[in-house]
């Protein structure tokens, strides 16, 4: 069992940051990949930011250059930095993890990801 708990949630106003962490704990295998997805009410969840083992990342272009997703290897937390908050980021976002390989680009689809948070929310007003 691999347990994600998301933290660093909160309401912002536009143009400002938060950082949100996500905690790994109980993995019995190695993560290929680990991602944030973000959902709204009515929306399907939809991939931010998506980062493998060997550091690759890839953002949803609706992020780039805002949002930075990163790892303490260490310490097993997942960061995602997001600068320049919009109100369209507004939503409950959750920490997910490949435990089985997908491929060597890290992936944003929903599918592709076994374990998930309970998420956190990120609320950006105008």
């Known amino acids: 069992q691999v347990q994600l708990k998301e933290s660093g949630g909160g309401s912002v106003q536009a143009g400002g940051s938060l950082r949100l962490s996500c905690t790994v704990s109980?993995?019995?295998?190695?993560?290929?990949?680990m991602a944030w997805f973000r959902q709204t009410p009515g929306n399907e969840r939809e991939g931010v930011a998506s980062?493998?083992?060997?550091?690759?990342?890839t953002y949803a272009d609706s992020v780039k250059g805002r949002f930075t997703i990163s790892k303490d290897n260490g310490n097993n937390i997942l960061y995602l930095q997001m600068n320049s908050l919009e109100t369209g980021d507004t939503g409950t976002y959750y920490c997910a993890a490949a435990t089985f390989w997908i491929g060597y680009i890290p992936s944003l689809i929903l599918a592709d990801f076994d374990y998930w948070g309970q998420g956190t929310q990120v609320t950006v007003s105008s």
């Open positions: 109980g993995a019995t295998a190695s993560s290929y990949c």
């Open positions: 980062i493998n083992r060997n550091g690759r990342t």
